[in-house]
Structure formats: structure tokens, C-alpha cells
């Protein structure tokens, strides 16, 4: 069978997608990181590498937790505190709400990506656990 032996058997297109997806996840959430003026962007990158989409979506909590209390100064771009009427870095008011989405349309193409590739990992890894069944694997204790 193509997909069980050879240079490109499922194990190892799994184990390319699994890189990929990783890959793409991590360079969304630097990428995002950095957007929202996060200093931590390299760490909370780091952590995704080690630790896959968990650090990930504790970075988006953290970051959305952030953003309720800060808004963006539509004049020079920095987080300013809600609590102030204007910005500390130029001075202009700051009583009017941030139209910066959510996020960024840069960020969405390299998330998309990490989903699609972490779709095909989980396709490759359901052929690798069916074609091993349909083989009779099994465990044998003697």
C-alpha cells in the first residue's frame, strides 16, 4: 500500500504536518504578540514550541484580559489605560474606542493555515490507527 511504505508513508506525513502546524501556530502567535506590544512575545513563542496550543490559548486569555483594560491610541498607536483621557505618549484624547480588530489579517492567514495543517495530522494519525488494526496488531503479553 502508497501510504504505508516508502519516503512518504502516513507516519511521516503526520509527523510533516504536525511540524507545520506547530510551525504556523508559533508564528502566529509571535506575530500577534508583537501587534499588541507584548514583551513577552518571544517567551509566550517559546513556551508554544515546547508545549503546542496550550500556551497559545492562555496567551490569547492574558491578551484579551489585557486589552479590556487598555485601549489603543488611534492617534499614535500605543495601549494607553482607559482610566486616562488622553494619551500619555501624544497627549490626543482617548475617549473614543480602538476600530483595530481583533486580529490581524496576517495572524488569521497563518492561524488558518495551523488548523488546516493540524486537520491533515489527525487524518494521517486515524490512517495509521486504522490501517493498524485492520492488520491485526495486538498486544501480546507472553
Known sequence: MLLMGGLFSATMLSILASLAYKIFLC????????????QNAVLWTVLTVIFGFVPAIIYVIFRYQKEREFVVCRHCGKMVSKKYPVC?????????????????????KYLILAGIFFIVKIVFESIIVASGARQGVTFNLF
Not at 508564528?27 to 507584548?38: F, W
Not at 497627549?91 to 488569521?108: A, G
Open 88 to 108: 500619555m505618549f501624544c497627549k490626543q484624547p482617548t475617549n473614543e474606542e480602538s476600530s483595530r480588530p481583533i486580529v490581524s489579517e496576517e495572524v488569521k
Open 27 to 38: 508564528v502566529a502567535v509571535y506575530k500577534d504578540a508583537t501587534e499588541h506590544d507584548d
